[in-house]
């Protein structure tokens, strides 16, 4: 049996008739950009998110930007992240003009260890972004302590942390504006591009809103410089359909997660993600951490296992940022991690034949190659 690293298929088949009902009753009304479907899916969102405001935009790159654009971040500017994302959280940054500064992660989540935080401080900071990486939430608490300390805004990189949860509260409300993808492949996914921005703060609001539409607040009337950055209608309208899904998604997910982790707790060679005591971990992606993961992944793949790396090199080390002039051995831990990182299906349909199957073929690789 084949297991594909994502089934998007199988999530649409279900959903597939209000879909398409959905996206016949936009294309009667022509709200396409913007509109209606966007503003009820925003409502919808806020309330998912427990945040006052949710802003429907293009993609979650959009909404790491218009978010630093709304704080005031620019030019001479630096911003706080990690260097294990996806290159979307950096590209904000210097699409602002400004400059990523990475500290390293902790060895446990993956996710920005506070502890080198404040000695990343100049007095160009302007903003720190952690990264919710994998599903599960950076610890919040120190990070805000030393942000509100030094003055400095915090953006929350939600994008693959739809419901996660710190200490009990939602991902995207503790710093001052939390940014989603909806991605297709993501917890929550849209049938094309979309992304959103959410806050309690409705100077913010107003800002990211102006930004997203050409920088008018009125329309032809333009304030600043923006973009074109609006959630179209259908993706409004196919997301409304999906948010009422997502609760029971993530339990499959946590399932999946629980499941696997209990199968290889005695696989040696092999390192289960950690669940920090503070998280619900929505599992994005579950990822094993083994040593020699270029032939693991490889293994798995002839036996029509497909798994991914999340990610193969850290931003500080591709080239495009090579101007920022950061060596190999900056940071150890995002370094190692790189190397040793698998990330296994565990989208919400993936069967329990499946899944025994990815864990027979991890299990027999382990067992084999100790011998
Ligand atoms: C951590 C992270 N940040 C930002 C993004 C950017 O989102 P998008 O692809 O919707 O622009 C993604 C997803 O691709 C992501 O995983």
Redesign the pocket.
């Known amino acids: 049996m084949s297991v594909p690293f994502l089934n998007l298929k199988a999530q649409h088949q279900a959903l597939k008739a209000e879909i398409l009902s959905a996206v016949s009753e936009v294309l009667d009304s022509a709200a396409f950009a913007g509109g209606p479907y966007v503003a009820k899916f925003e409502e919808e969102f806020a309330a998912y998110c427990t945040t006052k405001y949710a802003i429907g935009v ?7 930007w218009f978010a630093l654009l709304a704080l005031g971040v620019g030019p001479g500017d630096e911003v706080i992240t990690v260097p294990n ?5 950096a590209e ?1 940054i210097t699409y602002c003009g400004a400059k990523p500064v990475f500290i390293d992660i902790d060895e446990e989540t993956y996710n920005m260890n506070p502890a080198l935080l404040e000695r990343a401080i100049t007095p160009r900071t302007k903003a720190v972004i952690p ?3 994998y599903g599960q939430m950076a610890d919040m608490d120190p990070i805000m302590e030393i942000a509100r300390k030094h003055k400095l805004a915090v953006v929350e ?4 942390a739809h419901g996660a949860e710190y200490k009990g509260k939602r991902a995207g409300t503790i710093g001052d504006v939390g ?5 297709p ?2 917890n929550l996914g849209a049938c094309g ?3 959103a921005c959410v806050t309690n703060n409705p100077d913010l609001k107003a800002k990211i809103a102006m930004f997203r539409e050409h920088g008018q607040a009125k329309k032809y009337y333009h304030t600043v410089i923006g973009w074109n950055g609006r959630l179209d209608g259908i993706q409004g309208a196919i997301l409304s359909i999906k948010l009422k899904h997502i609760e029971k998604w993530t339990e499959a997910r946590r399932a999946h997660a629980r499941a696997y982790t209990q199968a290889f707790a005695n696989v040696h060679g092999v390192l289960t993600p950690k669940e920090a005591s503070y998280a619900r971990h929505v599992y ?1 992606l579950y990822v094993l951490r083994v040593k020699n993961r270029d032939q693991v992944l490889k293994n798995l793949a002839e036996k029509g296992i497909h798994c991914a790396i ?1 990610y193969p090199l850290p931003l500080h080390l591709q080239p495009c940022f090579s101007y920022l002039g950061y060596k190999p051995g900056a940071f150890p831990v995002a370094e190692a991690a790189a190397t040793e990182v698998l990330s296994l299906p565990v989208y919400p349909e993936l069967t329990e034949a499946q899944l025994d199957e990815v864990v027979d073929a991890v299990r027999s690789f382990f067992q084999s190659s100790v011998k």
Request: aromatic share 12%.
């Open positions: 293009g993609n979650g790159t959009d909404a790491l994302t996806f290159i979307a959280t904000a990264v919710h990486l990189d939600a994008s693959q940014c989603f993808s909806f991605y492949g993501k591009e979309g992304g994005h999340h």
